[in-house]
């Protein structure tokens, strides 16, 4: 995991202009989930980077706080640059550091492949969770493009894949989402679940 972190704390500081990231794609991925977003208090997005996705969170759930989670440093450092006044936490999605049922929406954009244990991480999530909370998990480009952005950067990210389809239901049937789906398009890779109304948090 330190491999990691310290791949992407050496590139933080020019993450931003190295990357095009379309904005209003971004927004339109998350159209389907703007009732949700609209009626939570409280949103994680995991693995927020330099703060990509916070400002269109902020306008989709404007009663919420956003609260910003990754595991490099640095990355957070050019998140709180553009966003002082959100908060933003360092912490490993393996062992969240947040009580259970803290959050209705939980969003992972860009960052699933480097979880290096899916399940416990999910699982992580699911805890995190309100009751009928839900968790989104966002591309914005296509399975095979995303597995071959990583295979050629090699290092500690060349082995870091979206899984397919039938590996990402199970995932997340197994950490106890319910109503999941999956989209492979082009132009995004999407995956849902929800935590059941009523299900106790999980210890």
Not at 134 to 163: E, Y
Request: hydrophobic share 40%.
């Amino acid at each position: 995991m330190s491999s990691r972190r310290h791949f992407f704390d050496n590139r933080a500081a020019k993450w931003d202009e190295s990357r095009t990231v379309d904005q209003a794609h971004l927004e339109r991925l998350l159209l389907p989930f703007a009732y949700e977003l609209g009626r939570a208090r409280e949103v994680l997005d995991v693995g927020t980077g330099t703060g990509v996705l916070v400002s269109i969170l902020v306008g989709l759930a404007p009663e919420a706080r956003v609260v910003g989670l990754d595991l490099s440093s640095e990355m957070l450092a050019q998140a709180r640059f553009k966003h002082p006044t959100v908060s933003l936490v360092q912490g490993d999605v393996h062992a969240l550091p947040f009580e259970p049922c803290s959050f209705d929406f939980s969003l992972c954009c860009a960052c699933f492949p480097h979880f290096e244990d899916k399940s416990k991480a999910l699982e992580g999530i699911y805890r995190t969770l309100r009751p009928g909370g839900w968790l989104l998990i966002l591309h914005t480009a296509s399975r095979a493009t995303i597995n071959a952005v990583h295979t050629r950067a090699g290092g500690p990210v060349a082995r870091d894949l979206l899984p397919s389809t039938k590996e990402t239901v199970a995932l997340l049937a197994q950490a106890g989402f319910e109503e999941i789906g999956v989209e492979e398009e082009g132009d995004r890779y999407l995956a849902w679940g929800r935590k059941n109304e009523a299900t106790e948090a999980r210890g």
